[in-house]
């Protein structure tokens, strides 16, 4: 059982540059959510969907799209990377198909990401 | 806004010894507390889930508490050994509709000297 899969571990982009984090999960949940994680600040949520073709903003969503065509996976997408985007950014998912919205949320193993 | 604290940031023990962290939280609606554990340059691991109903879960060595009226969660760690280092953290879940919003506090380093 693999979980929550996020790729890749690791990315270096230029200013400007865009680029797609992907993250699958083979749960079959369907809460997903993109978190980041920066020194000082904890995590911060940027946007989760609650099932396939359904998305809204967290906390600090701007710069950053998503959608979800299906359960299983939930890209996030930095159009215009900009160096205040350097960070770590995690994946999780949640509440399996109908279960319990309240359950327990499993993270990936997070995607290092630094914009110069 | 809800908001999450943890004390302390940092924590150091000798081997064998009982601790405690603690979480605190501003807004007592909230779906459930959760801790986890998150390795140098890895990801999060869950290690306890408390429903707002419930006022403690238990696995192994690791007992957490809930108390909303208070605002306050623990994570007891008993006869704590080198392999427990690493920070921890606690999350609450919070209200908004159908969905399970993670407002995370910013964790506790701990060190298990042996």
């Known amino acids: 059982n693999a979980g929550v899969t996020q790729t890749p571990k690791f990315q270096v982009l230029k200013t400007g540059q865009s680029m797609t984090l992907q993250c699958a999960q083979d749960?079959?949940?369907?809460?997903m959510s993109w978190y980041r994680q920066d020194p000082g600040m904890g995590l911060r949520l940027i946007h989760y969907?609650?099932?396939?073709?359904?998305?809204d903003q967290g906390e600090v969503p701007n710069g950053y799209n998503v959608s979800r065509s299906t359960t299983e996976d939930f890209p996030l997408r930095l159009l215009s990377a900009a160096p205040s985007q350097t960070s770590v950014y995690f994946c999780a998912s949640s509440k399996p198909t109908g279960g319990a919205a309240n359950t327990e949320a499993f993270f990936g193993q997070g995607t290092r990401l630094t914009v110069v | 806004k809800q908001e999450v604290t943890q004390i302390p940031a940092a924590l150091s023990v000798p081997e064998g010894e009982n601790l405690v962290l603690n979480c605190s939280f501003t807004d007592s609606a909230i779906y459930n507390l959760q801790w986890f554990r998150q390795d140098p340059g890895k990801g999060l691991t869950s290690l306890l889930l408390i429903q707002s109903s419930q006022r403690e879960q238990t696995s192994g060595r690791l007992n957490a508490s809930l108390d909303k009226s208070s605002g306050r969660s623990t994570l007891y760690i008993a006869a704590s050994q080198p392999g427990d280092s690493a920070t921890y953290l606690c999350a609450a879940s919070i209200y908004g509709g159908a969905t399970n919003k993670l407002i995370f506090g910013t964790g506790t380093l701990l060190a298990v000297q042996p």
């Open positions: 749960m079959n949940h369907e809460y």
């Open positions: 969907s609650v099932g396939a073709g359904i998305t």
